[in-house]
């Protein structure tokens, strides 16, 4: 991970900005950090097919292969980070296959995310994470690496679950025990208010008329 950090920064990476959605650009961005990616360290970077749970797998001496998202953003506000599927993986003990062609969709991995906290099957396994290779757009050079189990402050919101990061607020990596990292997992989940869609949902279901 430090090894692609320290080439990143080396980069002088451009960001694009030909579209008014910063959110294309971050796509576009994010392409092109991972062909660069590719070129360095050649068959240690694989590319999955597309709408996986992470964006490239990368194979270190230690940890195996490891599953990282790339991610560009200004730092300050809070991002999306993905499917519930990194939760699974992060925090729980249950056997994802990072080779294997399955998306892992959210609603399966919810399902599984619960059950494994109320059972208190936990991830023990320090070897076991997901990370995340976050480029800031207001400053090339600035390159976060952090992992779900690295993070301090999660930001709750009902339409972008699990969780946001806001990267200027997790750019270090904090160890902690497993047990604490669950407890920041679900006090997030319990602040996220919920949505007019589901109160609607909620309240239309008692209608009696």
């Not at 392409?31 to 694989?46: D, P, S, T």
């Not at 600035?142 to 200027?168: A, E, R």
């Not at 047990?179 to 309240?203: A, P, R, Y």
Request: aromatic residues 12%; glycine residues 2%; positive net charge.
């Amino acid at each position: 991970m430090y090894k692609i950090q320290k080439y990143l920064k080396l980069q002088a990476f451009k960001f694009s900005t030909h579209n008014e959605d910063g959110r294309i650009n971050s796509c576009i961005d994010e392409n092109e950090v991972i062909k660069l990616l590719i070129e360095k360290f050649g068959e240690k970077i694989k590319k999955p097919k597309v709408r996986m749970w992470y964006d490239i797998l990368a194979f270190d001496y230690m940890y195996g292969w490891i599953p990282i998202n790339v991610k560009t953003t200004t730092t300050k506000t809070s991002d999306n980070t993905g499917n519930f599927a990194i939760c699974v993986y992060a925090f729980t003990n249950e056997k994802l296959d990072i080779h294997s062609e399955n998306t892992y969709k959210s609603g399966k991995m919810s399902v599984i995310l619960l059950n494994k906290l109320k059972t208190k099957q936990y991830n023990t396994n320090n070897k076991k994470d997901y990370y995340f290779i976050v480029l800031n757009k207001t400053d090339a050079s600035d390159i976060i690496v952090n992992s779900v189990k690295g993070l301090t402050l999660l930001t709750p919101n009902i339409h972008n679950l699990p969780f946001q990061i806001c990267w200027k607020k997790n750019r270090a990596f904090k160890y902690e025990k497993i047990s604490k990292k669950i407890k920041l997992l679900v006090d997030c989940f319990q602040k996220t208010k919920l949505s007019w869609i589901d109160n609607f949902m909620t309240n239309i279901k008692t209608l009696d008329l």
